[in-house]
């Protein structure tokens, strides 16, 4: 056993440790940005899975994930689309039935869900923040003509309301050291944003711990 293996175990427990200590400052929100690349691996669908125990287990409430699926053909992206959700689906329905989930496609459409306890895992397959903030709007207009909503009814708390995950997430995880996608880009604007150089099916609970850990060490400052 070399030096390292034998530290990690001790790191672990040392950040846990830390971790417990500022427990009231725990992150209960989680978004995690991925590249189809890294579920069609199937070390990174298990890293996933593994990651979203662990979360769980760290009283994280809501994770929401997005799948950045980067090819610009249309064919093509909506058959990856459709193959990683059938993966997610097959492979969601083996977390305990405390988890709950739900699965939307390209278009935010909802194509599998199941209720779970106090842990839920939302999953984006593509979906991006400015299609969701588009479809919202036009969700309103069509309501203002029905005379459903007076124009000056409109405001961001109705705007909020037409969303898809109305919760802001507390930290935003971007794995190998990649920049930003298009993902909740109406609730992250108050989000920490934590990068690692780390490929997602490297990733081990110890950086999942330093995420957290980083997070409770951080003032947050929402804008001021």
Same mark, same amino acid.
């Given at each position: 056993?070399?030096?390292?293996?034998?530290?990690?175990?001790?790191?672990?427990?040392?950040?846990?440790?830390?971790?417990?200590?500022?427990?009231?400052?725990?992150?209960?929100? %989680?978004?995690?940005?991925? !590249?189809?690349?890294?579920?069609?691996?199937? &070390?990174?669908? =298990? *890293? $996933? +899975?593994?990651?979203? @125990?662990?979360?769980?287990?760290?009283?994280?409430?809501?994770?929401?994930?997005?799948?950045?699926?980067?090819?610009?053909?249309?064919?093509?992206?909506?058959?990856?689309?459709?193959?990683?959700?059938?993966?997610?689906?097959?492979?969601?329905?083996?977390?305990?039935?405390?988890?709950?989930?739900?699965?939307?496609?390209?278009?935010?459409?909802?194509?599998?869900?199941?209720?779970?306890?106090?842990?839920?895992?939302?999953?984006?397959?593509?979906?991006?923040?400015?299609?969701?903030?588009?479809?919202?709007?036009?969700? %309103?207009?069509?309501?203002? !003509?029905?005379?459903?909503?007076?124009?000056? &009814?409109?405001? =961001? *708390? $109705? +705007?909020?309301?037409? @969303?898809?995950?109305?919760?802001?997430?507390?930290?935003?995880?971007?794995?190998?050291?990649?920049?930003?996608?298009?993902?909740?880009?109406?609730?992250?604007?108050?989000?920490?944003?934590?990068?690692?150089?780390?490929?997602?099916?490297?990733?081990?609970?110890?950086?999942?711990?330093?995420?957290?850990?980083?997070?409770?060490?951080?003032?947050?400052?929402?804008?001021?």
């Amino acid at each position: 056993m070399n030096r390292l293996s034998f530290a990690y175990p001790l790191y672990e427990r040392y950040l846990t440790w830390q971790m417990a200590k500022s427990s009231s400052n725990t992150p209960g929100h %989680i978004a995690v940005i991925l !590249k189809e690349t890294d579920l069609l691996d199937p &070390e990174g669908m =298990e *890293k $996933l +899975l593994s990651a979203l @125990l662990y979360l769980e287990k760290f009283k994280v409430k809501l994770v929401s994930i997005y799948v950045d699926i980067l090819n610009a053909d249309p064919e093509l992206k909506a058959e990856l689309a459709s193959g990683l959700g059938a993966r997610l689906e097959e492979s969601f329905a083996g977390l305990p039935e405390t988890v709950g989930y739900e699965i939307c496609g390209l278009g935010g459409e909802v194509e599998k869900q199941r209720k779970g306890g106090d842990f839920f895992v939302y999953v984006s397959l593509g979906f991006g923040g400015r299609g969701e903030i588009t479809r919202a709007v036009l969700s %309103i207009l069509e309501d203002v !003509k029905a005379g459903n909503v007076r124009p000056e &009814e409109v405001d =961001e *708390k $109705l +705007l909020e309301s037409r @969303l898809l995950i109305r919760h802001e997430p507390d930290i935003i995880i971007r794995s190998g050291g990649q920049k930003l996608a298009d993902f909740l880009v109406w609730q992250s604007v108050y989000s920490e944003l934590y990068f690692t150089d780390v490929n997602w099916k490297e990733v081990r609970k110890l950086d999942l711990l330093r995420v957290i850990r980083d997070f409770q060490k951080r003032q947050r400052r929402y804008g001021r």
